[in-house]
């Protein structure tokens, strides 16, 4: 490299300058580096000598939602762009695209693409030799030997073990699931996946889980606060594009920013944040320190900290006057903090103990978000993803109660992340849906997700209200096909498929983990290769579609023809599941888009649509009259609502409530926040692994903080001393582009660790660490900083898990190499509660990602 560098740049270096670049152009969100307004461009395609430019999906799930478009050449993609179609200010931003959607090219068209179906070498009905999943060899085969396969092994199963044996993992595939549900039913999986906690605690307590439901302010609102709490939240990395411009637009209105957070992120520098580093999974200690120290300080005439009128008029269970009909009034929250009847207080010193924040700094906290008028708190799915994570969710909500930041303009409390990050609210416009019937799943068993090895290997799993239910899994189709790469214990997954399942297949475009360890593969169509899609959700204020942009590659079909092909040899009715043509699914999503329109209140038509549209479409429809034409929209690929200050599109989440508690009530048992929340005991009853208290109560969370140390009273670190969180990461969404070259060669993902715990442990930059947990073990290059707290590893999440057979280490770094599935409370998986250890690598240094060879395969003819 130094004589690279000294002879001239080498590639490598230049593609790590050139990508740091273009995250920075990319995302708006660098300062004084925005670029100025873009000029508008023409609303008809943009074709030259050299092509048209196409609105290409930017399918993936990162949150972003950003618009792509790609300049096709004679079918040939030559090159990508973002949007341009309108002028670039702070209320009509432009939805431009990141580094992760400018390579989508490298994906599409890579060379690891799977060309045609195959199957392994070993296989033969009944799983052939189980033990070589992953390391077989691959047979090149026909689509109807390969569709037979699949039907034969089908109803075979069926026959021997029942429709509970075949498992149709990720409940994801609506087209297979449809199928099989018209075979007689399937056994399906459930989870918590990126909510974590957020995912069901919310309904019960009465407020919005910021998915479907908006729990806080829309964007132009967010101008209005004056402090803005982001906890465990990193909009720049996990969501780009548009979402962290819009928090710079609030600090340019004034707002402060506080980050609380394992790490000092790229947010928490770009809003110039003050940072307050925590210890992973314990957030929930921190915030019953700051509700002490709330209680502790507040002076409702002199040093009003506490909203009291918020809590009287609003919320149920904060103290004994206010407890709801039937409950003990002893268990109340405030005497629960004060230590009533405990006589242990959650005071911050307490807090401190775990959560790793001074108790100055806790009482600090107290001070800055009680005693500022207009505050924003905004959490991440982040530290929800625990064990015995509904605790956190509870108190956060609580600590929005306390201080009466909801409902109100600049005040706010809730999930602010994905494709809500820094704009709440509900959508403005929305795409249609695709004319398909649903059929319902006639089987009942579901395998939550913290128990898919134990299910596998024992036999046994519980179900809601059903208690130990039993289960002979024999089949896996792979509906969704990250299932074995984003599952906690891959390591221990794979060990039960080399022994049990008789058959696996996966509907795939490249071998990712659930492929690689199948016994059929079947090559699919990427979204660039279908009719079009709208990609719902975008942020509220967007709508964004894609269209065709190449034919179909190779032998790929798309997963709806493979579905029908399959149900066909299994007997079903296919013209009553599939009973019009794609192409009739993708217009009706255009036919049935809505928007608001201006008066804030009416859904009208989105696009224009003329019998020429149909004529030229050969599809069914109706005219209409819309806010822009059918082929405007799929030329620019985007229509976007636009916004000014004072008009009728502002979202303030719980507003009615708060204004009038008793004409507009929550759906809770109460009709009120609920601090005190019997529900949340009696399901997580019915759930049957851990009680979950009614009140916010602290629990240890296992594999969490208190769990590191051997003894915890003398502060002695056990076995596995570090704590593991695991950040989204700017190479890839979740999993998906993880193969890609050009970001495996920006982004080399590391484990990051803490400069003095490396220096202790006699680790430099660059080297190789051994990563162990009771679960596994994985190999990664260390990157030294002083923005992460001592004693945490941040192993980048969604890393292709790679094992070494002879030492059954994984090569790739994959974060659930190093996961636990440990089932508790409603189901929540804990991904940032894990615990490991870190050693300097004692064998040969790891080959860089980049350097590793693709997983390209052709199979052997035969």
């Not at 918020?310 to 206010?322: A, Q, Y």
């Not at 992340?417 to 509900?426: P, Q, S, V």
Request: aromatic fraction near 10%; charge should be neutral; proline fraction near 6%.
């Amino acid at each position: 490299m130094i004589n690279n560098l000294l002879s001239g740049i080498s590639r490598r270096a230049f593609i790590q300058i050139s990508s740091a670049a273009a995250a920075i152009a990319a995302l708006p969100m660098s300062r004084g580096l925005r670029a100025e307004p873009t000029a508008v461009q023409p609303a008809t395609a943009v074709a030259d000598k050299t092509g048209v430019w196409k609105p290409a999906a930017c399918w993936h799930n990162c949150g972003g939602r950003c618009l792509n478009k790609a300049l096709v050449v004679d079918g040939v993609v030559e090159r990508q762009k973002t949007d341009d179609t309108h002028s670039d200010t702070p209320d009509n931003p432009q939805q431009r695209g990141c580094l992760r959607g400018r390579s989508q090219r490298k994906q599409v068209f890579g060379a690891d693409r799977i060309r045609y179906p195959m199957k392994r070498k070993n296989w033969a009905p009944g799983g052939g030799d189980k033990s070589l999943r992953g390391r077989d060899q691959w047979v090149r085969i026909s689509w109807d030997e390969a569709l037979d396969i699949v039907a034969s092994e089908t109803k075979r199963i069926k026959e021997k073990y029942g429709n509970e044996s075949i498992w149709l993992t990720g409940s994801n595939g609506t087209h297979y699931l449809n199928v099989y549900a018209n075979y007689g039913g399937y056994t399906s999986d459930w989870g918590t996946t990126s909510w974590g906690a957020w995912k069901d605690t919310p309904e019960y307590i009465g407020v919005h889980d910021g998915w479907v439901r908006f729990g806080t302010n829309d964007r132009l609102d967010l101008r209005k606060s004056q402090l803005i709490v982001l906890w465990g939240a990193n909009p720049a990395w996990s969501s780009p594009g548009s979402p962290t411009y819009h928090y710079l637009q609030a600090k340019k209105a004034g707002a402060r920013f506080i980050c609380i957070d394992p790490s000092y992120h790229a947010t928490c520098e770009l809003l110039d944040a003050d940072w307050v580093p925590v210890n992973p999974g314990t957030d929930h200690a921190l915030a019953l320190g700051i509700m002490y120290a709330l209680l502790e300080e507040d002076d409702p005439q002199n040093n009003p900290l506490i909203d009291w009128d918020f809590l009287n008029r609003c919320c149920v269970g904060f103290d004994r006057e206010h407890m709801p009909t039937g409950a003990n009034p002893d268990d109340n929250f405030k005497d629960y903090l004060l230590g009533t009847f405990t006589h242990e207080p959650k005071n911050p010193e307490w807090a401190s103990e775990i959560c790793g924040v001074a108790p100055d700094t806790i009482r600090g906290l107290a001070r800055q978000i009680g005693g500022t008028r207009r505050v924003a708190l905004l959490t991440g799915w982040a530290p929800a993803r625990i064990h015995n994570g509904e605790g956190w969710v509870h108190a956060f909500s609580t600590l929005g109660f306390m201080t009466g930041h909801m409902g109100r303009s600049g005040r706010m409390t809730g999930v602010c992340c994905h494709y809500t990050a820094g704009n709440g609210g509900t959508r403005l416009v929305n795409g249609g849906g695709t004319g398909l019937p649903n059929f319902p799943n006639p089987i009942s068993s579901t395998i939550n997700h913290n128990e898919i090895n134990r299910a596998l290997t024992e036999g046994k799993f519980r179900q809601r209200g059903k208690g130990e239910k039993q289960v002979d899994i024999q089949m896996m189709l792979h509906t969704f096909n990250a299932t074995m790469q984003t599952r906690a214990n891959i390591t221990q997954g794979i060990a039960a498929l080399r022994e049990k399942v008789e058959f696996i297949v996966s509907p795939t475009y490249v071998l990712h983990t659930s492929a690689k360890y199948s016994d059929v593969v079947l090559p699919v169509t990427t979204e660039w290769e279908r009719e079009g899609t709208i990609l719902n959700p975008s942020n509220r204020d967007v709508l964004i579609v894609a269209v065709n942009i190449v034919k179909p590659l190779y032998e790929a079909k798309s997963d709806q023809w493979i579905a029908k092909e399959i149900g066909k040899r299994l007997g079903v009715d296919v013209d009553k599941i599939f009973p019009i043509s794609e192409k009739q699914q993708f217009f009706n999503t255009l036919q049935g888009a809505n928007v608001i329109d201006e008066d804030g209140k009416t859904k009208v038509p989105l696009l224009t649509i003329t019998e020429q549209d149909l004529a030229a479409w050969g599809v069914k429809g109706k005219t209409q009259q819309g806010k822009i034409s059918l082929n405007e929209f799929l030329t620019r690929g985007t229509y976007q609502v636009e916004r000014t200050e004072g008009d009728n599109y502002g979202y303030i989440a719980y507003k009615d409530f708060v204004q009038d508690p008793e004409k507009n009530p929550r759906d809770t048992d109460s009709g009120k926040f609920e601090i005190y929340c019997e529900k949340l005991t009696r399901i997580s009853r019915e759930y049957g692994w851990n009680e979950v208290p009614p009140i916010p109560a602290y629990t240890a969370k296992p594999k969490g903080y208190e769990e590191s140390f051997s003894d915890w009273k003398g502060k002695v670190k056990g076995e596995y001393p570090f704590q593991v969180y695991n950040p989204h990461y700017l190479r890839r969404s979740h999993s998906t582009l993880d193969n890609v070259p050009w970001l495996r060669e920006a982004w080399p993902s590391p484990v990051y660790l803490n400069k003095s715990d490396a220096t202790r442990l006699g680790i430099r930059h660059g080297e190789t660490v051994l990563i162990t947990s009771a679960s596994g073990k994985t190999l990664r290059p260390a990157w030294l900083t002083e923005t992460l707290k001592p004693g945490v590893v941040a192993l980048p999440h969604g890393s292709w898990f790679e094992l070494d057979e002879a030492s059954g280490i994984d090569l790739a770094g994959a974060d659930n190499a190093i996961s636990e599935q440990v089932a508790t409370g409603f189901g929540t998986s804990g991904w940032n509660t894990v615990l490991c250890d870190v050693k300097k690598w004692q064998g040969p240094a790891l080959i860089p990602d980049v350097d590793r060879p693709q997983r390209i395969i052709f199979g052997e003819e035969r």
